[in-house]
């Protein structure tokens, strides 16, 4: 099966991206023909700071690189060092009816988060769905906020091949129905844009500050609780081993639970999942050098991939003369 996803190098991954995107992605290496980039240009749309994204795109791929994503098993790169993505926007754009674009509820939300409206924020769709196009895969992961994403580039698709001829193949989304949203310090869906992530590689006091900062109720420690209703409960569910989840649960039903002592727990906890992740990121963060000759190289597989493709749209478009 051919697989391809894209992430957006537009601030600290938190937990919420690792429970949604990270860990089911890194399941995905084994077994398929696994394609994943970094969203560079994407990211252009929100980040107005050069130097910011540069590190960005630096920072996001050591960050997938130490927490396991293997350059040797998939193809791994940045959508800048492809400019075939940037042709095949434009051909697409030139049939893609104004319309389709005008319904997407992306755009909307964003600029209601007041991310400057402009022209690449609104075509963001077009030059998703030809980063997707371009290698024609099967399946593309995504989260639910990017379903009609993945059908807009299906419509494109569509449009183009009852326009020049059976084309692109039209991609099935991967959204995972099972993934729970993880939520922040305020019980909200974690998210950057609120300001509640716990992130992955925040390390000593800064990440006990905002572990300790997790909102919970004022009920006495001896007082029963409902872990349902509890953050901080939602929390440890992604960490505690499954015995120790039903020791903590039975203190929170009968009584005895102290939110302190769990954050503390939570923490020891947090330290011990990414402990190892963290540590090999300090040394691509040393070597930026490597993680360039990794997106590099795997740019030059992607091109290799892509590339053809383009060729018969720039055959039966016409561009090719
Ligand atoms: P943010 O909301 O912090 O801006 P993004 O929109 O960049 O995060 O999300 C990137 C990926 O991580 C998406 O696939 C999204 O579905 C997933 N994701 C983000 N936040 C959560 C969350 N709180 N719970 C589960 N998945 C999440
Ligand atoms: N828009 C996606 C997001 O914000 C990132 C992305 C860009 C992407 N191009 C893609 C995801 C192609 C999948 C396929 O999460």
């Given amino acids: 099966m051919k697989i391809l996803s894209g992430i957006q190098p537009s601030g600290q991954l938190h937990l919420g991206n690792y429970f949604g995107m990270i860990e089911p992605m890194l399941a995905m290496q084994e077994g398929n023909d696994y394609y994943v980039f970094i969203a560079n240009y994407h990211a252009m749309t929100s980040v107005h700071d050069g130097e910011k994204l540069a590190q960005g795109t630096l920072d996001v791929a050591s960050d997938f690189l130490a927490m396991g994503l293997d350059p040797e098993r998939c193809i791994f790169w940045a959508q800048s060092d492809i400019p075939e993505v940037q042709e095949l926007t434009w051909i697409l754009s030139t049939i893609t009816p104004m319309g389709l674009i005008e319904r997407c509820h992306g755009y909307k939300d964003k600029v209601a988060k007041g991310i400057v409206a402009s022209h690449g924020l609104f075509s963001y769709p077009v030059l998703m769905a030809a980063d997707i196009l371009l290698y024609q895969p099967d399946i593309v992961p995504v989260g639910k906020d990017q379903k009609q994403h993945i059908e807009v580039t299906r419509d494109i698709a569509t449009k183009f091949n009852n326009q020049f001829g059976e084309t692109f193949k039209l991609p099935e989304p991967g959204i995972s129905e099972t993934t729970a949203i993880v939520p922040g310090l305020d019980g909200q869906k974690m998210s950057k844009s609120y300001?509640?992530?716990?992130?992955?590689?925040?390390?000593?006091?800064?990440?006990?500050?905002?572990?300790?900062?997790?909102?919970?109720?004022?009920?006495?420690?001896?007082?029963?609780?409902?872990?349902?209703?509890?953050?901080?409960?939602?929390?440890?569910?992604?960490?505690?081993?499954?015995?120790?989840?039903?020791?903590?649960?039975?203190?929170?039903?009968?009584?005895?639970?102290?939110?302190?002592?769990?954050?503390?727990?939570?923490?020891?906890?947090?330290?011990?999942?990414?402990?190892?992740?963290?540590?090999?990121?300090?040394?691509?963060?040393?070597?930026?050098?490597?993680?360039?000759?990794?997106?590099?190289?795997?740019?030059?597989?992607a091109r290799e991939k892509g590339l053809p493709t383009l060729e018969e749209v720039r055959r039966k478009v016409g561009i090719t003369y």
Avoid: H, S
């Fill in 195 to 301: 300001g509640n992530t716990i992130p992955i590689f925040l390390e000593g006091k800064p990440l006990k500050k905002r572990v300790m900062a997790i909102e919970t109720d004022a009920t006495p420690v001896e007082d029963p609780k409902d872990p349902d209703t509890c953050n901080l409960y939602a929390l440890l569910k992604l960490f505690a081993a499954p015995e120790r989840l039903q020791e903590i649960r039975n203190l929170y039903i009968n009584g005895g639970a102290a939110y302190g002592y769990l954050k503390l727990e939570l923490l020891d906890l947090l330290n011990e999942k990414f402990g190892a992740a963290r540590e090999k990121k300090k040394e691509f963060l040393a070597d930026p050098g490597e993680v360039r000759n990794i997106l590099r190289k795997g740019a030059g597989k």
